[in-house]
């Protein structure tokens, strides 16, 4: 992975043949996913391909806007933060939680590490932070407090949610003294000229930020854990971290160029942030990341490995990393290629999550096309 300059560049766009990218595949990629616009359910979807640091497609069809709600594909946004912190020498993965944040080592909890909280292998699954108390970070503090694990430190992948998001932005307050959405405004995008924000108010997600639309239904009676549930512009603005970063999809493919390219993290700090840490059967319900086929999990990201699920395309290297969100985004990068992809929508089915198999082809379809451009 070679290193460069702090701006990875800028949103202008150039021929994909200028960086080594087909430009008949990407035809074929971009026409594809278009496709669920044009004739499909989608209300609108926003697309974003770079290479050597620079955009070869940057598209929205439909009823866009220049940000969408991330979901979990801003985990690596987010991750990014904390990977800076390790890069810094202000924090290690092999810290214990409590050691950093006291209120956390109740309930048996002071064994948990960093390392068992990025790799979704702390058994806080499900541990419970809602609005409004997420707004307020005493609150935040007290539930910490009363969080119980549902499974021995380090013996179970099961996808965290929202509290390793959680702990990530009380790391970065305790031993920056910024908040998470200051650090990743002052200390990230800004210095890469990026868009991305954590926490937009009410009054900027209208101006800028596509809604959520209810693509089959009237989305009355959805699960409360999906995107849905981010309809409540207080919920963003509260800047739940997990889930609730905003940015176009030129932001996240730049982004993940940023840190194949720029020097604001080294080259070994990005490559140990995203080598497999943890490889098994991630355990839970389907609907919130269970599986039957072992999945790779590197700090706080998903990881191809050598046995690609539906997270990660399967005609990139193993050493592809990114993250899907509900319900029908995805963004990665593949160090081998020099490839990042995004694609961003703000539809989503009654049910929340599309399991359908017709769903879930559509992504690993996008992926594998987008993960194939050389």
């Known amino acids: ?11 202008q766009i150039v021929p994909a043949e200028e960086v080594g990218i087909d430009p008949y595949r990407l035809d074929v990629l971009l026409r594809r996913i278009r496709l669920e616009v044009d004739h499909g359910a989608l209300p609108s979807v926003q697309v974003a391909v770079a290479r050597a640091g620079r955009l070869v497609a940057n598209e929205t069809w439909g009823e866009g806007a220049p940000r969408y709600l991330l979901q979990s594909v801003g985990r690596t946004i987010i991750a990014s933060a904390i990977w800076k912190l390790i890069d810094d020498g202000k924090v290690g993965v092999s810290e214990h939680v409590a050691e950093i944040i006291p209120e956390f080592g109740t309930n048996g909890k ?13 058994g806080l699954a499900f541990a419970p932070l809602g609005y409004p108390k997420m707004a307020d970070r005493d609150a935040r503090l007290a539930a910490f407090t009363k969080w119980r694990l549902d499974s021995p430190p380090g013996e179970v992948l099961q996808y965290h949610l ?15 003294g910024l ?26 997600q209208i101006a800028t930020v596509a809604p959520m639309v209810c693509t089959d ?31 176009g999809a030129a932001d996240v493919a730049l982004h993940y160029q940023a840190l194949l390219h720029s020097s604001l993290w ?22 919130y990341g269970g599986g039957m086929k072992p999945a790779s999990v ?6 191809r490995g050598d046995n690609p699920d539906g997270w990660m395309p399967a005609t990139g290297s193993p050493q592809t990393f990114g ?24 539809g989503y089915p009654q049910a929340g999550y599309d399991l359908t198999p017709r769903g879930t082809a559509m992504l690993i379809n996008w992926s594998n096309l987008a993960a194939d451009l050389i």
């Open 266 to 287: 080294s080259r070994a700090v990005i490559a140990e942030a995203t080598r497999p840490h943890v490889t098994a059967i991630p355990a839970g319900d389907k609907l």
């Open 110 to 122: 002071d064994v948990v590490t960093l390392a068992h909280m990025l790799t979704h292998t702390a």
């Open 1 to 11: 992975m070679p290193g460069g300059g702090v701006v990875p560049q800028s949103g």
């Open 179 to 204: 908040c998470l959405a200051d650090y990743l405004h002052r200390e990230i995008a800004e210095p890469l000229g990026l868009g991305f924000a954590l926490g937009l108010s009410e009054e900027q």
């Open 298 to 303: 590197g700090l706080f990201v998903n990881v």
């Open 323 to 346: 993250h899907a969100g509900s319900a029908y985004q995805i963004g990665f990068c593949d160090p081998a290629s020099g490839i990042s992809f995004c694609v961003l929508s703000n």
């Open 217 to 247: 239904g009237d989305g009355s009676e959805v699960d409360p854990w999906g995107p849905w549930f981010f309809r409540d512009r207080r919920v963003v603005a509260a800047g739940e971290p997990a889930h609730a970063v905003c940015a």
């Open 162 to 176: 929202t509290s390793t998001a959680w702990i990530i932005a009380e790391i970065v307050e305790r031993r920056t």
